[in-house]
Each structure stands twice: as structure tokens, then as C-alpha cells.
């Protein structure tokens, strides 16, 4: 009987509530938004403050809320030498190369450190039922998984990316305490690589097979047009980019004409006859003069001379090597002057087809189909790995006697995220505090202590206060210091 009720006891079950209201939140937001606008930043820090304390209160434990101690002159602190810093680099980065440069080395040596203070500043202001968190990792340990991992993910062609953020919030959650107690989560590399290769591995595939198709079609195209024969020039074609004066010395295509000069009972026989094509602009002495029996001209800009019959082989020599010399005497400004005409013809028909697109109702309804499916995309797959990360983390994760179960899904992170971002375009960014208050309280209700949650058996000691420094340039960089 004891072995029953302790089995009853180890797999009881305490809910994570998350209590906050969008509409208290979003009273905390406004002012702290209105508040940090008229103080130019400087009321940030105690926005910080407030608006961690809402979140930490709101989420209880057996009935028993968070709380958030932070100093908020210790944040401002932090914050203004962080600002500092990235105000050098973006300088840097605008105006100075060398200089951007230097701070990102400065600041990827500086990794293990901020990470380090970050997170005991974070979990040594943290409490529940008066019971600090802390926060033991070392630099050593930190600049192994912040620095050297990532050395090693770049030369290995990112093989080793999952087995770098396995080590990342291992090292994250295993030194973190509640009092004296420490959490504890098992080695799960192998489930981490099987996500990591959904995630990365599938959008990959689909991006290599989008630049792949479209490569391979051209090439087929290209090889099409290189085995076809090359047909002979066409006039019209010519004669449309052409200048005037080229055009006055350019030869139409033979028109046939019956020939009467045929024996008695036979059928006429057709000869070619040719014709010139000429401008008005074409010198007096080039252009014929106009004949009576001539046909008028199809056009205000040309004159076709009458049909004549081709008297011998040798003149029809001749205007072959007219024809194909014709094109050659352009001097260097007609080919500058025709290329530039060229490009305005293409830029405006650009334009025309860019004009003509957007004033059509379908054209909307495209671009708002494609903006649909790129949120489809993004947000199925953020919503597959935060749900199956998280999982892994928390369903192996124990503190002292305590376990913990998650029960996030992937379709209710898509649906957030997707509704959320529609809710805070719609409202210009009001609804920003809804949709913070949802992801919190999904994400707290979706989580459990799995055990006999007898909170007098923790135990702890007083801490020293931490600087914020490191905690806020690690922000204002952002880097997560996240656990869990």
C-alpha cells in the first residue's frame, strides 16, 4: 500500500496557470511605451521592470505566483554602456569596416562573460514563495559552448549546428538553481539532430529544387536555340532598330513577278524582282524620284520604289554585297544612340507591364496569396521547432524529485503566430500586448510538474546583487539566455 501511494504521489500532476489579462497588459505597455518615447530611452529600463513583474506574478504554481526583483538603475546602467557599444558598431559598420569589425571581434571574445552574468543576473532576481534562482555555469564552460561549437559547426559545414544548440541549453538549464536544488536535463542529441533535420533539411531542398528547375530550363533553351539553324535575317526586324540612314540603303526581300517571256503554251515563269525601301531623310541622289505607276507608301516615314526586274547576275551580286555591308557602316554613336533607344523601349514597357499589373484585381489577390503561403512556410516550421525543442527540454528535465511535462504542438504555434502577426498588422501594433499575453499563457498552460510539489523541502541562502551589464549587452545583441 505504501508503494502504491508513493506511485500515486510521484505522478501527480501541478498545472502552470498563467493569469494575465490583455487588458491590464496592455494599460503597462502604453505607458511604458509613451513613457520611453518623452524620456528619449531612459524610462525603458523601468519598463523592463514592470512589465517582467506583470508576466513572473501571472504565472503560478500551486496557486503561488512568480516574482521579478531587478534594480532598474542597474539596468539602465547596462543598457547605456550596451547602447554604447552598438552605437560603434553600427557607426562602424556605415563608415569604418575595421572598426565594425574590431567591436564584433571584441564582442564575440566577450561571449562567454555575458552570457555568464547575464544569466545570474536574470535567475538571482527570479524568486517563488521568496526562493531565489540562481545560476553556477563558469566562463570556462561558457566559451566551450559559445565559442568553440560554433568554430566547429562553420568548419564542418553546419553538421554539427544541432549538437551545438543541444550543448547550448543543456549548459543553460543544468546550472541553474532553484535555492540549493539543481535542475537536470538528459543528453537528447540524437532527437535534436531528427528535428534540426525536418527544419533545415526540407526548406533546403525546396529552395535547391526552385533555383535547380528554372536553371535547367534555360540551359535547355539555350541548347534548343544553339542546334537550331539560323534563318535569315528578316527586314522588318532590321528595319525597326536601324537608324534613318542605315535605312535608306537597306534592300527588301525579293517580290516575285510573273515574267511573260515564257515559250507559247508554257506557264509564266517568275522572276525575282527587288525593291529598295528608303526614308524621306535619305539624300537626293540615293532615293529615287517618284514614278506615277509607283505603289504609294505604306507608311508616313517610307517610299517603295517600283518593282524592277533583276537584269543580270552580276548586279544582283551587287546589292547582295550592299545588303550585307549595310549594317556594318554604322559608326559608333548610331550603336550608342540605337542601344540607348533600345533600353528606354525595355524600360518603358517594363513600366507599362508594372502599371498595367497593379491596377488588376488579380495581381492583389496574388501578392496577398504569396504573402499567405510565405507565413505558411515560416511560421510551420518556427511552430514545429519551438513545440518539439521545448518538448525535448522540459519532458527531460527534472528538479530534485520534481519532472516536469510539456505538451506543446506544433499547429497551435502556427495558428498563434500566424494570427497574431494578421491581429498587429491590422491595428498598427495595438494589439501587440494580445498577442503577447497569449503566447505567454499557451505556453505556461502547456506545461507541468509531474511530482508531490512540497515547496518547504527547497532551501536556500542570500546572494550577492549582479550588475546588468553583461545581461543587457547580451540583449542588445541578442543572444538568448533563455532556459527552457
Same mark, same amino acid.
Given at each position: 500500500?505504501?508503494?502504491?501511494?508513493?506511485?500515486?504521489?510521484?505522478?501527480?500532476?501541478?498545472?502552470?496557470?498563467?493569469?494575465?489579462?490583455?487588458?491590464?497588459?496592455?494599460?503597462?505597455?502604453?505607458?511604458?511605451?509613451?513613457?520611453?518615447?518623452?524620456?528619449?530611452?531612459?524610462?525603458?529600463?523601468?519598463?523592463?521592470?514592470?512589465?517582467?513583474?506583470?508576466?513572473?506574478?501571472?504565472?503560478?504554481?500551486?496557486?503561488?505566483?512568480?516574482? *521579478?526583483?531587478?534594480?532598474?538603475?542597474?539596468?539602465?546602467?547596462?543598457?547605456?554602456?550596451? &547602447?554604447?557599444?552598438?552605437? /560603434?558598431?553600427?557607426?562602424?559598420?556605415?563608415?569604418?569596416?575595421?572598426?565594425?569589425?574590431?567591436?564584433?571581434?571584441?564582442f564575440? &571574445?566577450?561571449?562567454?562573460?555575458?552570457?555568464?552574468?547575464?544569466?545570474?543576473?536574470?535567475?538571482?532576481?527570479?524568486?517563488?514563495?521568496?526562493?531565489?534562482?540562481?545560476?553556477?555555469?563558469?566562463v570556462?564552460?561558457?566559451?566551450?559552448?559559445?565559442?568553440? &561549437?560554433?568554430? &566547429?559547426?562553420?568548419?564542418?559545414?553546419?553538421?554539427?549546428?544541432?549538437?551545438?544548440?543541444?550543448?547550448?541549453?543543456?549548459?543553460?538549464?543544468? @546550472?541553474?538553481?532553484?535555492?540549493?536544488?539543481?535542475?537536470?536535463?538528459?543528453?537528447?542529441?540524437?532527437?535534436? *539532430?531528427?528535428?534540426?533535420?525536418?527544419?533545415?533539411?526540407?526548406?533546403?531542398?525546396?529552395?535547391?529544387?526552385a533555383?535547380?528547375?528554372?536553371?535547367?530550363? @534555360?540551359?535547355?533553351?539555350? $541548347?534548343?536555340?544553339?542546334?537550331?539553324?539560323? =534563318?535569315? /535575317?528578316?527586314?522588318?526586324?532590321?528595319?525597326?532598330?536601324?537608324?534613318i540612314?542605315? +535605312?535608306?540603303?537597306?534592300?527588301?526581300?525579293?517580290?516575285?513577278?510573273?515574267?511573260?517571256?515564257?515559250?507559247?503554251?508554257?506557264?509564266?515563269?517568275? =522572276?525575282?524582282?527587288?525593291?529598295?525601301?528608303?526614308?524621306?531623310?535619305?539624300?537626293?541622289?540615293?532615293?529615287?524620284?517618284p514614278?506615277?505607276d509607283s505603289?504609294?507608301?505604306?507608311?508616313?516615314?517610307?517610299?517603295?520604289?517600283?518593282?524592277?526586274?533583276?537584269?543580270?547576275?552580276?548586279?544582283?551580286?551587287?546589292?547582295?554585297? #550592299?545588303? $550585307?555591308?549595310?549594317? %556594318?557602316?554604322?559608326?559608333? #554613336?548610331?550603336?550608342?544612340?540605337l542601344?540607348?533607344?533600345? %533600353?528606354? %523601349? +525595355?524600360? +518603358?514597357?517594363?513600366?507599362?507591364?508594372?502599371?498595367?499589373w497593379?491596377?488588376?484585381?488579380?495581381?492583389?489577390?496574388?501578392v496577398?496569396?504569396?504573402?499567405l503561403?510565405?507565413?505558411?512556410?515560416?511560421?510551420?516550421?518556427?511552430? *514545429?521547432f519551438?513545440a518539439?525543442?521545448? @518538448?525535448?527540454?522540459?519532458n527531460?528535465?527534472? /528538479?530534485?524529485?520534481?519532472?516536469?511535462?510539456?505538451?506543446l504542438?506544433?499547429?497551435?504555434?502556427?495558428?498563434? *503566430?500566424?494570427?497574431?502577426?494578421?491581429?498587429?498588422?491590422?491595428?498598427?501594433?495595438?494589439?501587440?500586448?494580445?498577442?503577447?499575453?497569449?503566447?505567454?499563457?499557451?505556453?505556461?498552460?502547456?506545461?507541468?510538474?509531474?511530482?508531490?510539489?512540497?515547496?518547504?523541502?527547497?532551501?536556500?541562502?542570500?546572494?550577492?546583487?549582479?550588475?546588468?551589464?553583461? #545581461?543587457?549587452?547580451?540583449?542588445?545583441?541578442?543572444?538568448?539566455?533563455?532556459?527552457?
Amino acid at each position: 500500500m505504501d508503494n502504491i501511494n508513493q506511485n500515486t504521489a510521484s505522478q501527480k500532476t501541478t498545472p502552470i496557470i498563467f493569469e494575465g489579462k490583455a487588458g491590464e497588459y496592455f494599460g503597462i505597455w502604453i505607458v511604458n511605451l509613451l513613457l520611453s518615447l518623452i524620456t528619449f530611452g531612459i524610462y525603458s529600463a523601468w519598463a523592463k521592470v514592470r512589465r517582467k513583474k506583470y508576466f513572473y506574478n501571472s504565472t503560478l504554481i500551486d496557486n503561488v505566483g512568480f516574482d *521579478y526583483h531587478a534594480n532598474p538603475k542597474a539596468i539602465l546602467k547596462g543598457r547605456i554602456i550596451a &547602447l554604447i557599444l552598438f552605437a /560603434l558598431y553600427a557607426y562602424g559598420k556605415s563608415s569604418s569596416p575595421i572598426l565594425a569589425g574590431i567591436v564584433l571581434l571584441l564582442f564575440f &571574445l566577450a561571449l562567454p562573460w555575458l552570457v555568464v552574468r547575464g544569466s545570474i543576473f536574470n535567475s538571482r532576481n527570479t524568486s517563488h514563495r521568496g526562493l531565489r534562482f540562481d545560476f553556477v555555469g563558469t566562463v570556462r564552460q561558457a566559451a566551450r559552448v559559445y565559442m568553440k &561549437l560554433p568554430i &566547429l559547426t562553420g568548419l564542418t559545414l553546419g553538421l554539427m549546428a544541432p549538437y551545438a544548440a543541444h550543448e547550448r541549453k543543456q549548459f543553460l538549464m543544468n @546550472n541553474h538553481r532553484f535555492g540549493l536544488s539543481q535542475f537536470n536535463m538528459s543528453r537528447v542529441v540524437k532527437q535534436f *539532430y531528427k528535428v534540426y533535420l525536418i527544419v533545415f533539411i526540407v526548406p533546403f531542398i525546396g529552395i535547391l529544387a526552385a533555383v535547380a528547375i528554372p536553371a535547367y530550363q @534555360n540551359y535547355v533553351n539555350k $541548347a534548343k536555340a544553339a542546334a537550331a539553324p539560323h =534563318a535569315a /535575317l528578316s527586314i522588318p526586324n532590321v528595319q525597326a532598330f536601324a537608324p534613318i540612314n542605315v +535605312q535608306a540603303k537597306l534592300v527588301l526581300a525579293a517580290n516575285i513577278e510573273p515574267v511573260n517571256d515564257a515559250p507559247m503554251g508554257d506557264a509564266p515563269v517568275s =522572276a525575282p524582282t527587288v525593291e529598295r525601301v528608303y526614308s524621306d531623310s535619305a539624300p537626293a541622289e540615293v532615293a529615287p524620284a517618284p514614278n506615277a505607276d509607283s505603289a504609294p507608301a505604306s507608311t508616313a516615314e517610307t517610299t517603295v520604289a517600283p518593282s524592277a526586274k533583276v537584269p543580270d547576275a552580276a548586279t544582283a551580286e551587287q546589292i547582295d554585297e #550592299e545588303t $550585307a555591308a549595310a549594317p %556594318q557602316e554604322m559608326t559608333a #554613336e548610331e550603336k550608342k544612340a540605337l542601344e540607348e533607344a533600345m %533600353q528606354q %523601349q +525595355q524600360k +518603358q514597357a517594363t513600366e507599362d507591364k508594372m502599371k498595367q499589373w497593379l491596377t488588376s484585381p488579380l495581381a492583389w489577390l496574388a501578392v496577398l496569396g504569396g504573402m499567405l503561403l510565405y507565413g505558411f512556410v515560416i511560421f510551420g516550421f518556427l511552430g *514545429y521547432f519551438q513545440a518539439r525543442i521545448g @518538448n525535448l527540454i522540459w519532458n527531460n528535465t527534472t /528538479l530534485d524529485k520534481l519532472s516536469f511535462k510539456s505538451s506543446l504542438r506544433a499547429r497551435d504555434f502556427f495558428w498563434l *503566430y500566424l494570427s497574431n502577426m494578421v491581429a498587429i498588422v491590422c491595428t498598427f501594433g495595438l494589439a501587440t500586448p494580445w498577442a503577447q499575453i497569449r503566447m505567454a499563457r499557451y505556453r505556461a498552460n502547456k506545461l507541468q510538474v509531474v511530482g508531490d510539489v512540497d515547496f518547504d523541502q527547497f532551501v536556500g541562502d542570500k546572494k550577492d546583487e549582479v550588475k546588468a551589464t553583461g #545581461e543587457e549587452i547580451a540583449d542588445m545583441f541578442d543572444v538568448d539566455l533563455s532556459f527552457g
